[in-house]
């Protein structure tokens, strides 16, 4: 029933209202042990499936209509619990999705984050995780009018151990899951395994430096061997990899990591990849009430069609903060990649290269402890050296706009 009424958009604004209401509810305190969550919110769309403008909307969708409101509902829980020289964190939440206009859209995600923070003794320590995520295919990829749950489960374990001086000895396993709730070749379903070493020195400043080593194993899940089509049943990866943690004055600091990253399938040699990957990331505080982050990031991601294998992604990201009042803040962000894709296994004239921007502007207030309200504009943007990729969806270029406005409340 619930589900029916949050497909009006009236609905949507009842449920904000309940959800203000609420301040008969004892409020939550970030040294409270349990909290709880509830919110709602509701989303403009203008271009929901990335298309460019040259795309017949109606025979790519079966609608005349690209844009749609989307009312979101969600409700959480978080857990903080310390036992001893033990510490217990749980942070879990149901988050439904309903569309206006693409109902066969509608989906409900369940999200979590469940981690053990153990030590054996002031020298070993390590943590216990398991997480999950889940997200509807983003339509610049999956570019069909089509619901496509995307889920990934991660399961960790890892251990440091201080052997004097600076010195730590660090070791872990890791298992990764990842499915589709519809066939998805570029991104198949696979399960991934592997473990990790490492030494890490810490400075008496606290600063820190390593060295890891990481192997895994991967099996694509649900996938026969395509000798045509060349998509192979699973592949071996290593990765080895330095990191940085240094903190340059009391307002700045830097957190670097710089590596090198091979993956080798079992039959497709010519779907195998490798190269460098990494991230410099300065965090700069300037003022109380100001914060600045800057990154740049490099990273390789399997991506599996005739026309490439694997993407090289080159990113730049700046996202200020400013706390404006005790009660507001105001967030912007800008992030601009370049990707470079690789790997054809059939002839083609160009390779393919992407430019993708996103800019985005929100405002957070605060008006008591138990409820933060926020809004956000977003423009998203694509500029594909690939056109006409299909008579169906035309080229990848595109651009895209959305605005939201939610209400949360802790207590």
């Known amino acids: 029933m619930l589900t029916n009424l949050y497909k009006k958009p009236k609905s949507a604004v009842l449920l904000l209202a309940v959800t203000l209401s609420a301040t008969s509810l004892a409020w939550a305190d970030a040294q409270d042990t349990l909290n709880f969550s509830v919110g709602a919110g509701v989303r403009f769309e203008d271009n929901l499936f990335g298309l460019s403008d040259d795309t017949n909307t109606l025979v ?20 903080d619990k310390s036992y001893a020289q033990q510490q217990f964190h749980l942070d879990a939440s149901v988050l439904d999705n309903r569309y206006k206009t ?26 216990l995780s398991a997480d999950q995520q889940q997200v509807l295919n983003s339509f610049a990829d999956f570019r069909q009018n089509i619901k496509s749950i995307q889920t990934n489960e991660n399961r960790v374990f890892n251990a440091d151990g201080w052997i004097g001086g600076g010195w730590h000895l660090l070791g872990g396993v890791s298992e990764l899951r990842s499915r589709n709730s519809q066939a998805f070749t570029a991104v198949g379903d696979y399960v991934q395994t592997g473990g990790e070493v490492g030494v890490k020195y810490v400075f008496p400043s606290d600063n820190s430096i390593a060295l890891i080593q990481r192997a895994s194993k991967g099996e694509f899940r649900g996938r026969v061997l395509n000798d045509f089509a060349q998509l192979d049943t699973g592949f071996d990866q290593s990765e080895t990899e330095a990191q940085l943690k240094w903190r340059l004055t009391g307002k700045s600091a830097i957190d670097a990591r710089l590596g090198y990253m091979d993956r080798q399938h079992d039959h497709f040699s010519s779907r195998d990849f490798s190269g460098a990957t990494g991230q410099l990331a300065y965090n700069w505080t300037p003022t109380g009430k ?3 982050n ?12 005739d026309t490439n294998s694997y993407y090289v992604s ?30 054809a296994i059939v002839s083609i004239p160009e390779r393919r290269k992407d430019d993708v921007q996103l800019f985005l502007v929100a405002a957070d207030w605060q008006p ?16 594909s050296t690939f056109n006409n990729v299909n008579s169906i969806t035309g080229n990848l270029t595109y651009d895209a706009n959305s605005a939201t406005i939610s209400a949360q409340v802790s207590f």
């Open 60 to 79: 790519a969708l079966g609608k005349s209509q690209r844009s749609d409101q989307i009312y979101t509902t969600n409700a959480g829980i978080q857990l």
């Open 102 to 127: 693409y109902s066969n859209l509608d989906y409900t995600a369940f999200n979590y984050r469940a981690a053990w923070l153990w030590h054996l003794s002031p020298y070993i320590s390590g943590t």
């Open 290 to 292: 100001l914060r600045v």
């Open 294 to 305: 800057t990154s740049v990031t490099r990273s390789l991601i399997s991506f599996q069609e």
């Open 314 to 343: 080159d990113t730049f990201s700046i996202s200020p903060i400013w706390q404006v009042t005790a009660k507001t803040s105001l967030r912007l962000r800008y992030d601009y990649s370049q990707r470079d894709y690789f790997g």
């Open 368 to 383: 008591t402890r138990m409820i933060t309200i926020s809004g956000a504009l977003q423009r998203a943007t694509r500029n």
